[in-house]
């Protein structure tokens, strides 16, 4: 099972502490643009600038459908590690050992990027989903260790909210 995460922001919000960059090629003194605009978060998150998909465009809830959206995927092997942290049934609060990482677990990225703002995560596990107009991070954090542990295998979830709680 691939696992997506997607978080899609208000268009025109800036999240304090992730600054998006368009990667460049440099090649005989010139510089070119490599793709859209990505960030990092610690070592282990990657944030890249994608296109809303038609399936979550059509699904999101009328309260939020006038809103233009900036969609960010998650990608890098944090996702990955967040998932055998899972599987293996360690406590939620030891992820990961690293310190370098310390201040940037998946909870924290989602408390970053949500925080003081509409929002809405996708969790698409190549599967039809749910959709939950007015949840929480603590139902996005809910859902995904769901999908994950094999609790819920036959839906992702697109999840509106507000704020970071």
């Given at each position: 099972m691939e696992l997506l995460l997607d978080i899609l922001i208000p268009s025109g919000v800036n999240i304090p502490g992730i600054l998006f960059k368009v990667p460049l090629y440099e090649w005989?003194?010139?510089s070119y643009?490599?793709?859209?605009?990505?960030?990092?978060?610690?070592?282990?998150?990657?944030?890249?600038?994608?296109?809303?998909h038609s399936?979550?465009?059509?699904?999101?809830p009328a309260t939020y459908a006038a809103?233009?959206?900036q969609h960010v995927s998650v990608k890098g092997p944090g996702l990955d590690l967040y998932t055998t942290k899972l599987r293996m049934d360690f406590p939620d609060d030891e992820e990961p050992e690293d310190p370098e990482e310390q201040n940037y677990k998946l909870t924290d990225l989602l408390h970053a990027m949500c925080a003081g703002n509409k929002w809405i995560v996708v969790?698409?596990?190549d599967e039809p989903f749910e959709v939950m107009p007015?949840?929480?991070?603590?139902?996005?954090?809910?859902?995904?260790?769901?999908?994950?542990?094999?609790?819920?295998?036959?839906?992702?979830?697109?999840?509106?909210?507000?704020?970071?709680?």
């Open positions: 005989q003194g010139e643009a490599q793709g859209p605009p990505e960030a990092s978060f610690g070592t282990n998150y990657k944030l890249v600038y994608t296109q809303v399936f979550v465009q059509q699904n999101i809103i233009q959206w969790i698409d596990n007015a949840g929480s991070l603590s139902h996005v954090i809910s859902a995904l260790n769901d999908v994950i542990k094999g609790n819920i295998s036959e839906n992702g979830f697109l999840i509106c909210g507000e704020g970071s709680e």
